[in-house]
């Protein structure tokens, strides 16, 4: 049996779970050949078994994986992957869709493409392999001593954030200047994104704000996103006391799947789909507001869940002051992260 998956090789969260999916089938015999969906394809040499494109149901995703997901590539195919909301009116793109298998990784994504009357086959939320999370104890891994050593008596808070426009970067900026008049020498706050990017992104939407995140009180930029290993993502998590998760639209949110798996209390929104996977017994959420539609250049109605910066402050005030409760959401989210492994979640990629 052969396998065809192609992907966004170049984004390390879909790369990360294409490299889960393709072990999967590797581990029941499949021969997977993996494509970066940016690239010039050529027709495979014999056809595949099975043809799944997993990338972003953006038009150009969408039109990009519907040519190369033709006849001559597979038996069966299927296109899987999030949504930022609702897509605008484009007949023809219907038409496409409804050619094909469709699979989307939340409850949330479904109901966004069943507003288009397109047809979802499955929700299959994304996927972790627990070997990842495991041996962090081993003293090749340093970070944990070296933030005690330089930050003594501190809860550290850190986020990983891909410096998208959804993340909620300004809000968090906000948050932290709030923090900071509260609780100023209990913190410090780790921020693993891309420095220049954040900038931009921050600047466009907070143009009169001119704010500069290197001289934000207790904030500490690691300005590597999209540079390291999976592993060294989740040693940075590992190595935190609370993750905390700002943004204001996830199509499934896996870096707060990731920090459930490392058995840390999470600060997220409530609101789909990072409420699909925690709730106030795992987690400390806050309210959004309301939500705001912006028509994006991919296709999708964007539906992004305002919130108050303070109310983004007063949770992760909370999570620093109260550890004990803050584990116990911890632990209650770890067992519910046991549910999201790869061969439980990816097993419905073999049988659709």
């Known amino acids: 049996m052969k396998l065809g998956l192609i992907t966004l090789m170049g984004t390390p969260s879909f790369r990360n779970q294409a490299n889960l999916i393709e072990k999967l089938f590797k581990e029941k015999g499949y021969d997977v050949n993996l ?3 940016d690239d010039s394809q050529k027709p495979p040499k014999e056809r595949y078994d099975k043809g799944i494109a997993f990338v972003p149901l953006w038009l150009r995703y969408i039109f990009g994986s519907t040519s190369i997901l033709a006849p001559w590539f597979s038996r069966k195919s ?3 992957g999030p949504v930022d909301g609702p897509l605008k009116l484009n007949v023809n793109l219907f038409d496409v869709m409804k050619n094909f298998d469709i699979a989307v990784t939340s409850q949330y994504c479904k109901e966004c493409l069943e507003k288009n009357h397109i047809p979802v086959k499955d929700v299959i939320p994304h996927g972790l392999d627990f070997n990842d999370f495991r041996g962090f104890e081993d003293a090749r891994y340093t970070r944990l001593k070296t933030l005690r050593e330089r ?5 550290i808070l850190f986020s990983n954030i891909n410096p998208l426009h959804r993340k909620g970067l300004p809000h968090l900026v906000k948050a932290l200047q709030i923090l900071n008049e509260k609780v100023s020498g209990d913190y410090v706050f780790i921020l693993h994104t891309g420095l220049a990017a954040a900038h931009t992104v921050i600047n466009k939407l ?3 704000d001119r704010i500069d995140l290197q001289k934000i009180p207790n904030l ?3 300005d590597q996103y999209g540079r390291l290993p999976f592993r060294a993502i989740v040693e940075k998590t590992m190595a935190c006391d609370i993750f905390v998760c700002s943004s204001l639209l996830e199509g499934f949110g896996e870096p707060i799947l990731e920090a459930m798996a490392c058995k840390k209390p999470i600060v997220c929104l409530d609101a789909p789909a990072m409420n699909e996977l925690v709730s106030e017994k795992e987690a400390w959420i806050f309210p959004m507001t309301y939500v705001r539609e912006e028509v994006w250049d991919n296709g999708a109605i964007a539906q992004l869940h305002e919130y108050e910066p303070k109310s983004l402050a007063e949770a992760m005030q909370h999570a620093i002051e109260n550890e004990v409760e ?6 209650a989210a770890y067992k519910k992260s046991l549910d999201y492994d790869y061969r439980k979640v990816y097993s419905k990629l073999l049988a659709n």
């Open 220 to 222: 500490v930029i690691e």
């Open 206 to 208: 907070a143009p009169n």
């Open 78 to 80: 299927l296109i899987y």
């Open 35 to 37: 494509y970066n969906i």
């Open 151 to 155: 930050y003594p008596n501190r809860k």
């Open 326 to 331: 803050g584990k116990e959401k911890a632990e």
